[in-house]
């Protein structure tokens, strides 16, 4: 398998088995999987290349089955979409992410104005009550709208062309911000971006992974800030595993960035001290 730092070997290993064995077990394992609390969340923290600390996390889900042990998302997330088990699935996301968020905001020093980034799938956000669901969260967790930033994939966007605007609009009505995520792997007009207020552009893995290695790896960077500036979107690099990497993306300016470099995914109760060991510079 790929080695995407550490623990994703394994999962290979189970998706395999998951496809030998039944892809059946697996779906109707992860309809309990919910409620035997199988499921976790870990957070990486989103870092302000200027000074290297957090000012925020992105939270990204991670299935412990009882028997296959860990199965990565990109492994089992496809399978929630299919069998519309993401609809539970991310609801329980959204309001898990955002309590510990508001959380580590009310009771660690320094973590005041952190930003909570959460995946939704497209089948949340055409499911006609998705704005509700946002809203009881936000109720219920008592964290700032402007805290939240919601991550669509590119494609998801492309692949919903009847996206109900209405939906966005009470999104915006209600203060979160839109972020687009694995933004240039999709070859898209680009035109939603004017009628998505998106806050945010998440430049994906990929071209980070060229920088310093290819000439032109640069390039499509360079392209996404002008756009970003002159649209007013923030913009931050997925995927910085290299001082290399961290010293091109400086140089280009671009300001957020999210990677191996400053910390895997990690459960809740490590970041505490993850940020004592990571201060500010
Ligand atoms: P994503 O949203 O693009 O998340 C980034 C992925 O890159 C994560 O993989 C993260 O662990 C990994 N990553 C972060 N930094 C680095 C790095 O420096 N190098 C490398 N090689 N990888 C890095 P992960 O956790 O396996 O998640 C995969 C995808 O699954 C996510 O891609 C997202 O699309 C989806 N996903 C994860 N959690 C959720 C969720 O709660 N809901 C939904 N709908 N999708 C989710
Ligand atoms: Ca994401
Ligand atoms: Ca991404
Ligand atoms: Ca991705």
Known sequence: AKSAGGDSSAIYDVRMTGRATGRLDLESDLRLALDRNELS??????IDVSTEGAVGFEALLRWHHHEHGPIMPDAFIPIAEETGMILPIGTWVLREA???VQ???TQVPGAENFTAAVNISG???????????????IRDTGIDPAAIHLEITETVLMDQPDLPKETLQRLARLGVGLSIDDFGTGYSSLSYLKWLSARTLKIDRTFVEELGADPHGATIIELVLGMAESLRLDVVAEGVETAVQL??????GVRLAQGYLWSKPLPAERIPAWLRSHPAN
């Open 247 to 252: 010293g091109e993306l400086r140089r280009l």
């Open 41 to 46: 969340l870990n957070y990486q923290p989103i």
């Open 103 to 105: 959380q580590w905001r």
């Open 98 to 100: 955002l309590r510990q």
């Open 123 to 137: 089948r949340q956000l055409v499911a006609g009550d998705f704005p509700d669901v946002v809203e009881a969260a």
